[in-house]
């Protein structure tokens, strides 16, 4: 449940891979079967990476790269024994509020299927087809921010 000790932290690469590469291996490797030279690219030392902690465990990641007038989001994972508890719904607000005080009014996602609603429960639209990425059905989504 989320709580006052509930946060998230922007950090650089270098700050954030032992923690993010804990989770997204739990996440993608270990519970997707995503083959590790498909998870590790050389998008992580140019993203920045959010770090989802509860109380003093850190519970969910993701990372952001700008583009040149939206920011693409990716590789948003929780652990599962924290899925389903608003954990993910912090997140991803705590992202849009950010990317509104720096003035990014749109976000780029390729979502995987069984997560569509819930990107659809934020605002999200679909757009295009869906496409396999890592043996996983994927759908492009983009979110508009209002200022």
């Known amino acids: 449940m989320i709580t ?3 946060e998230v932290i922007f950090s650089p690469w270098g700050k954030a891979q032992k923690s993010c590469r804990l989770i997204r291996e739990t996440v993608f490797i270990d519970e997707q079967k995503v083959p590790p030279f498909l998870e590790w690219d050389h998008m992580d030392e140019a993203s920045t990476h959010i770090i989802l902690i509860h109380k003093t465990n850190h519970i ?10 939206y920011i693409r989001l990716e590789r948003m994972a929780v652990y599962k024994v924290y899925r389903r508890q608003g954990f993910g719904s912090f ?3 705590q992202i849009i509020s950010h990317m509104k005080k720096n003035h ?11 997560a569509i609603p819930f990107y659809l429960k934020h605002g999200f639209l679909q757009s295009g087809d869906t496409y396999m990425d890592a043996n996983i059905k994927h759908q492009r989504m983009t979110l508009n921010i209002s200022e």
């Not at 990641?61 to 007038?69: D, L, P, Q, V």
């Not at 990014?104 to 299927?113: L, P």
């Open 4 to 6: 006052n000790d509930t």
């Open 104 to 114: 990014i009014y749109q976000i780029v996602i390729s979502a995987q299927a069984t």
């Open 60 to 69: 969910g990641c993701a990372r952001i790269y700008y583009e040149e007038n």
């Open 91 to 93: 997140l991803i607000k």
